[in-house]
């Protein structure tokens, strides 16, 4: 079963406070407060790579996405998922994503492999924008956000 500890996401600002250690060096994103608000928030100042933060299964993360995406709204089409070495790069530099006011998550896989399969299965079947053939050796994060006018693409 998917821990919320080893889910790092975040969400629109306004919907509730910020995570309890956001103002600590803006090392956090902005969260709604929830059943895990404070646990995630704790999850995202934690260091990536090298980390001892457990892995997920490929039916772990494919549930984690489509549960937060359903949370979130929209239709597959209207989500990027995609895969990388290093999520917070990809999504806050690469696509432009914003940190307190975007839909957004990311999970470890246990293998690049699998993450290559995750991200498969959303843009093949579901729908969802990304590179469904994407060929990074060590893309072990999957991530994913909806996309927005600001993000890119």
Not at 30 to 55: C, K
Not at 126 to 131: E, N, Q, V
């Amino acid at each position: 079963m998917v821990g919320e500890k080893d889910i790092v996401r975040g969400g629109r600002a306004g919907e509730g406070s910020r995570g309890a250690a956001a103002d600590k060096g803006g090392a956090t994103q902005g969260m709604r407060r929830g059943r895990a608000a404070d646990a995630l928030a704790r999850d995202v100042a934690a260091p990536i790579p090298g980390d001892a933060r457990m892995y997920s299964t490929e039916e772990e993360i494919q549930k984690a996405l489509q549960d937060y995406m359903a949370e979130a709204g929209g239709m597959h089409a209207s989500w990027y998922v995609g895969t990388c070495e290093h999520p917070r790069t990809a999504l806050f530099g690469h696509h432009r994503v914003e940190k307190d006011s975007d839909w957004w998550m990311f999970k470890r896989a246990a293998s690049p492999e699998e993450a290559r399969d995750v991200r498969h299965y959303f843009v093949r079947v579901l729908g969802t924008d990304g590179w469904a053939d994407g060929t990074e050796q060590a893309a072990d994060y999957v991530y994913a956000y909806r996309k927005s006018a600001h993000t890119c693409p």
